[in-house]
């Protein structure tokens, strides 16, 4: 088992920047990709980021690209995300989320951050 805390979550100015972080303990050497995923109540789960744990090979969707960058320390178990240029459609809650295999079915996920936009 993995176990994902996220912070940094807040209130923001659009324009504003904000870092989130993402601690994973446990089985950490089963970590292939970590990611971000964003939702809102009533709203799909859209991707966000992800990167290679071992390679750091990053991917982005294109509705942050050049806006948001994400990172690793590995010695920290710890994933950030820096958020910059943020809009208020930036709003979500933000989960961290760590696969054994493809980011895209990741079997651990965090608790959620909150980042609040205003105009």
């Not at 991707?47 to 994400?70: E, L, N, Q």
């Not at 459609?89 to 965090?110: H, K, L, M, Q």
């Amino acid at each position: 088992q993995v176990q994902l805390v996220e912070s940094g979550g807040g209130l923001v100015q659009a324009g504003g920047s904000l870092r989130l972080s993402c601690v994973a303990s446990g089985r950490t050497n089963d970590i292939y990709h970590m990611g971000w995923f964003r939702r809102s109540p009533g709203k799909e789960r859209e991707f966000v980021s992800a990167i290679g744990w071992s390679a750091g090979s990053t991917y982005y969707a294109d509705s942050v690209k050049g806006r948001f960058t994400i990172s690793r320390d590995k010695a920290a178990n710890t994933m950030y995300l820096q958020m910059s240029s943020l809009k208020p459609e930036d709003t979500d809650v933000y989960y961290c989320a760590a696969a054994e295999a493809t980011i895209a079915t990741p079997e651990y996920w965090g608790q959620g951050t909150q980042v609040t936009v205003s105009s």
